[in-house]
């Protein structure tokens, strides 16, 4: 009986630990998914390297880890499908992502993606459990033709279904002091929608090239990055005036925090135009900073949130600007941020970078009085 219970406790162990599997490149899906290739290879997931994301390698650079030339933890989710996937997510194991190892910098890919069978719920971040079996693709195509290069599986794919194929490395992450550095609220379902409708809707073009279909899952990825017009409709920008002074009311409509990493910063802008004077009012900006001792600091290091102004999820936030609006006046705004807070660029060296330094308008509104 003993040995049995070893034997089980030595399984599971192995099964845990068994995170490197192999998957068929990316490249090898364009043949056939032309469209979904070219979306795919614009989107972050594709990009998700400290090789290829300038913003990700500045905070690895940082990182003690990289520092002792350790194991890289980050790459459970950056890079999933790493041919030393189990020893770079190892203590003590001595393995960092390679520039030319292609297994390194496949991102979170096609094959890796199709092929999550379930997923492991863990107090720091979940585990994708990846299906043992190459080629064989989940999905959730109803009426679908036979592939020649791969099998398809629709049947019983919940997670696929319900969108939640995501939570595997989306749904947070917690330090070793006990703080969740960045945290989505996996409870998605939001008037029916989820990760995969809001953050991948349908758009025109065939599935694949074999049968003429009239849309397909859009698969760059809209986000803040890239593409984040087509989430625009999920924020809502409202006016309502007072005796002296107007409220600006922001509605998030999505199921979580308006952004999600800390490094971001929001930022909202208003300007006043009256007749052909323009008056700026002050910005507002939203932000979670994380710390410790009461000052900011890096992920690995600080264990709590030292303030948190970022709009939650189906959160109405109400700005009131004390200004007497006049008959005839313009009230333009503009709902944006930076991906990096500017406060940190200098500490990160990302103050040359354009993706890092660059504002990004999200939302534009305009009210006339
Ligand atoms: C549990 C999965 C997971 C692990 C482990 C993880 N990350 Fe991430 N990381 C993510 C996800 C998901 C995002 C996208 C979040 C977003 O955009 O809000 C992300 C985004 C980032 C970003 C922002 C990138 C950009 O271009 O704006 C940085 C920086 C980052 N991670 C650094 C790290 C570092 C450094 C490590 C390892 C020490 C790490 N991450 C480990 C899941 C993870
Ligand atoms: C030789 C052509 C070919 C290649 C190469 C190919 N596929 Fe497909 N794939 C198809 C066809 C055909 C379909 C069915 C399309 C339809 O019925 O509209 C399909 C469907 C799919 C589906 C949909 C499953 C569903 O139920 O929603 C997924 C996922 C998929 N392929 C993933 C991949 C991945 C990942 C790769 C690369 C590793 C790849 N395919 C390479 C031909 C191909
Ligand atoms: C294997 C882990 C993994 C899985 C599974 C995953 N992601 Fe990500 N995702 C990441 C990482 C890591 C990043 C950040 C990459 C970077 O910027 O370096 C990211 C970034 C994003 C972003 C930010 C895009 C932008 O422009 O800023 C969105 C949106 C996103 N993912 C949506 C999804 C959706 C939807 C799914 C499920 C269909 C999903 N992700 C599944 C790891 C994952
Ligand atoms: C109702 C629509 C909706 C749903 C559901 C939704 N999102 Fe989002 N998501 C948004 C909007 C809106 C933004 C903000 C985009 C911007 O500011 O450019 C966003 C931003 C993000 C970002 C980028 C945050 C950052 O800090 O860079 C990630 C990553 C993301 N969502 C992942 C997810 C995941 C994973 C799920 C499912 C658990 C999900 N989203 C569910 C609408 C949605
Ligand atoms: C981050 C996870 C993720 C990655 C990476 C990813 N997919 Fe998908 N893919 C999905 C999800 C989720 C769906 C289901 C969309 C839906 O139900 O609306 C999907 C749907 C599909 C479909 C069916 C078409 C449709 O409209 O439903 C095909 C084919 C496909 N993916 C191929 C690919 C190929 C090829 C790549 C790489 C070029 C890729 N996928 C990368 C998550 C991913």
């Known amino acids: 009986m003993k040995i049995l219970l070893l034997m089980f406790v030595l399984a599971i162990n192995i099964y845990a630990n068994n995170a490197t599997h192999s998957f068929a490149p990316s490249t090898d899906c364009k043949e056939c998914h032309k469209a979904i290739y070219n979306e795919f290879s ?6 998700s390297t400290p090789q290829k994301d300038p913003i990700h390698k500045a905070v690895w650079d940082k990182h003690p880890q990289k520092n002792k030339k350790e194991q890289y933890g980050c790459g459970k989710c950056h890079t999933p499908t790493a041919n030393n996937l189990d020893a770079m997510i190892t203590k003590g194991k001595k393995a960092l992502p390679d520039a030319n190892n292609t297994t390194h910098q496949a ?7 199709h092929r999550i069978e379930s997923i ?4 720091r971040s979940n585990t994708n459990i990846i299906a043992k079996e190459g080629k064989n693709y989940f999905g959730t195509l109803k009426n679908h033709v036979d592939s020649p290069y791969h099998k398809i599986k629709t049947t019983g794919n919940e997670l696929m279904k319900n969108g939640n194929v995501c939570i595997g490395c989306h749904s947070h992450k917690m330090n070793k002091w006990g703080l969740n550095v960045c945290s989505t609220n996996i409870d998605n379902e939001m008037n029916g929608k989820n990760c995969v409708s809001c953050h991948m809707p349908k758009v025109k073009g065939s599935v694949s090239d074999f049968k003429d279909t009239s849309e397909h899952a859009f698969h760059g990825f809209a986000g803040t990055h890239h593409y984040s017009d087509m989430l625009q409709q999920y924020v809502k920008i409202d006016f309502k005036k007072h005796k002296d002074s107007f409220d600006i009311i922001i509605q998030n409509h999505s199921s979580h925090a308006l952004l999600l990493h800390p490094l971001r910063l929001a930022v909202f802008k208003i300007v006043i135009t009256r007749a052909n004077k323009t008056i700026p009012l002050k910005d507002t900006t939203f932000a979670r900073v994380i710390g410790k001792n009461g000052k900011p600091a890096m992920p690995w290091v600080a264990d709590t949130t030292l303030k948190n102004t970022m709009i939650q999820g189906a959160e109405s936030r109400i700005i009131n600007y004390d200004f007497t609006l006049q008959k005839g006046d313009k009230i333009n705004t503009v709902l944006g941020y930076y991906l990096v807070n500017p406060k940190v660029l200098k500490s990160l060296n990302l103050q040359d970078d354009n993706s890092s330094t660059k504002f990004y308008e999200f939302k534009k509104s305009l009210f006339k009085f």
């Open 42 to 47: 614009t989107s972050v997931h594709k990009h």
């Open 107 to 113: 991102g979170i890919s096609c094959a890796y993606c």
């Open 120 to 123: 492991e719920l863990h107090k």
